[in-house]
Every structure is written in structure tokens, then in C-alpha cells.
């Protein structure tokens, strides 16, 4: 196994496509209401109001999810019912996983690495999601359990008294909400790259790909 016996990951974003979840979800309901949006309308205004609607006292990712969608309704007119902004937090268990997902969870089970998942989600909702992973996880820590979000470093020191001194990789997409804070904390990490951005800061994770099919290579290459 090389190095590491534990591999943790962050979940939406890193395994499961969660632009193309909420994109779904937004124009779905809009549509349902006679609400025509486009797909980068939609990305766009999540990215401005979700993190303004995490600061501040912890509120659970249900309602975070429907503050964004009151909000997306709020900015371009679109009368949403009152329950109505529960569409969007119903939706996270139907957001698929990326393709190269459970191959890749799959092929590290089975080589014998513990899996892990640290994610920004309530435990009912990310309870649908494992529903469409092929693994078990040794480690399941969320939001909810630690009262914040990434990039504040509770999951991560969660996950550290659990896995005690073994060996420890985590692999996520966000440079923002995973690598940073890996990096801080001296965590070794895989920056999967799947939008092909460059870094927002100084820190550098351990290795970067482009997609979890190459996941093992670059085990195969820190081992080396």
C-alpha cells in the first residue's frame, strides 16, 4: 500500500458531481414554475451566496441549501412558494457520482487502504449518498458532527483523533475548502485537479491529477 494506510476524501465535488446536481435540481424546479435560468446563472449565484450564508453561527447544510435557494429565487424573480427551498436540499442524495468514482474506491478497497469521507454535509443527506458508493468507510465525518465547515480545520482534527498515528492521505478537488488546510496542518494531500485551475495561495499539495483514474499512479509514485 505504500505509505499510507488511511485515505480520506472530501465528497461533493471530489466523488460526486455536485455542479451538475445543483444545476439539475435549479433549473428543474424554476422550470416546474415557468422560471427559465442557464446553467452558469445558476453555478454563479451559489458560489456567491453559499459561502456568505456559512458565515456566522453554524447553520446545518439543509439550510444552508435552502437559504441558496431562496436566494437564487430572490435574485432573479422568481416567486418561489413558501416550503418551496426544500428542493434543493431533497435533491443532494440524486446527485450522481463522477465516473472514474467507484472505480477508483473500488480499486483502493480492494489494494487494502482504510477510506474515509470528510464532508461539508448533514448526516441524513450524505446517508443518501453513500447509497451510490461502492465502498464502506472506516471514517464518516461531517458538518454536522463537527458544528463547522471547511476550510476550518475541525474536520481534519477530528479525523486525526480517530486515525490516531496512522498514516494518513486526504484527496479532494477543492483547493479552497481541503488542500489549504491539509497543507497547514501538515496533511498529506492529492489536489484532483478536475477543472484544471491553478493554485488561489501558496500551498501545494503533496501530488496533483487531473481525475481519480490516476489516483494509484500517483500513489504508486509517492511510494516510489
Same mark, same amino acid.
Given at each position: 500500500m505504500?505509505p499510507?494506510?488511511?485515505?480520506?476524501?472530501?465528497?461533493?465535488?471530489?466523488?460526486?458531481?455536485?455542479r451538475?446536481?445543483?444545476? =439539475? #435540481?435549479?433549473?428543474? $424546479? #424554476?422550470?416546474?414554475d415557468?422560471?427559465?435560468?442557464?446553467?452558469?446563472? &445558476?453555478?454563479?449565484?451559489h458560489?456567491?451566496?453559499?459561502?456568505?450564508?456559512?458565515?456566522?453561527?453554524?447553520?446545518s447544510? /439543509?439550510?444552508?441549501?435552502?437559504?441558496?435557494?431562496?436566494?437564487?429565487?430572490?435574485? &432573479?424573480?422568481?416567486? *418561489?412558494?413558501?416550503?418551496?427551498? $426544500?428542493?434543493?436540499?431533497? +435533491? &443532494?442524495?440524486?446527485?450522481? @457520482?463522477?465516473?472514474?468514482?467507484? /472505480? #477508483?474506491?473500488?480499486?483502493?478497497?480492494?489494494?487494502?487502504?482504510?477510506?474515509?469521507?470528510? +464532508?461539508?454535509?448533514?448526516?441524513?443527506?450524505?446517508?443518501?449518498? *453513500?447509497?451510490?458508493? #461502492?465502498v464502506?468507510?472506516?471514517?464518516?465525518i461531517?458538518?454536522?458532527q463537527?458544528?463547522?465547515?471547511?476550510?476550518?480545520?475541525?474536520?481534519?482534527?477530528r479525523?486525526?483523533?480517530?486515525?490516531?498515528?496512522?498514516?494518513?492521505?486526504?484527496v479532494?478537488?477543492?483547493?479552497?475548502?481541503?488542500? =489549504? @488546510?491539509?497543507?497547514?496542518?501538515?496533511?498529506?494531500?492529492?489536489?484532483?485537479?478536475? *477543472?484544471?485551475?491553478? @493554485?488561489?495561495g501558496?500551498?501545494r @499539495?503533496?501530488? =496533483?491529477?487531473?481525475?481519480?483514474?490516476?489516483?494509484?499512479?500517483?500513489?504508486?509514485?509517492?511510494r +516510489?
Amino acid at each position: 500500500m505504500g505509505p499510507f494506510e488511511y485515505i480520506t476524501f472530501d465528497c461533493y465535488g471530489t466523488l460526486i458531481d455536485w455542479r451538475t446536481g445543483i444545476i =439539475e #435540481a435549479v433549473l428543474g $424546479a #424554476a422550470l416546474e414554475d415557468g422560471v427559465k435560468l442557464d446553467a452558469g446563472q &445558476v453555478l454563479a449565484l451559489h458560489h456567491r451566496l453559499e459561502p456568505d450564508i456559512q458565515r456566522g453561527a453554524f447553520r446545518s447544510y /439543509r439550510e444552508v441549501l435552502e437559504g441558496v435557494a431562496r436566494g437564487i429565487a430572490r435574485e &432573479v424573480g422568481w416567486p *418561489l412558494k413558501a416550503g418551496g427551498e $426544500a428542493y434543493l436540499p431533497d +435533491s &443532494v442524495p440524486t446527485w450522481r @457520482p463522477f465516473e472514474d468514482t467507484n /472505480r #477508483a474506491l473500488t480499486a483502493l478497497a480492494d489494494a487494502g487502504y482504510r477510506l474515509g469521507l470528510l +464532508s461539508n454535509v448533514d448526516d441524513d443527506l450524505l446517508s443518501g449518498t *453513500l447509497r451510490q458508493l #461502492a465502498v464502506e468507510f472506516d471514517l464518516l465525518i461531517t458538518a454536522q458532527q463537527v458544528r463547522s465547515y471547511k476550510p476550518a480545520h475541525d474536520h481534519f482534527l477530528r479525523a486525526r483523533e480517530q486515525i490516531g498515528d496512522a498514516p494518513w492521505l486526504h484527496v479532494a478537488q477543492s483547493y479552497f475548502h481541503d488542500i =489549504e @488546510p491539509a497543507t497547514t496542518l501538515g496533511i498529506a494531500s492529492v489536489w484532483v485537479n478536475r *477543472l484544471g485551475e491553478a @493554485p488561489g495561495g501558496e500551498a501545494r @499539495p503533496t501530488a =496533483e491529477t487531473a481525475s481519480l483514474d490516476g489516483l494509484l499512479d500517483v500513489l504508486n509514485v509517492i511510494r +516510489s
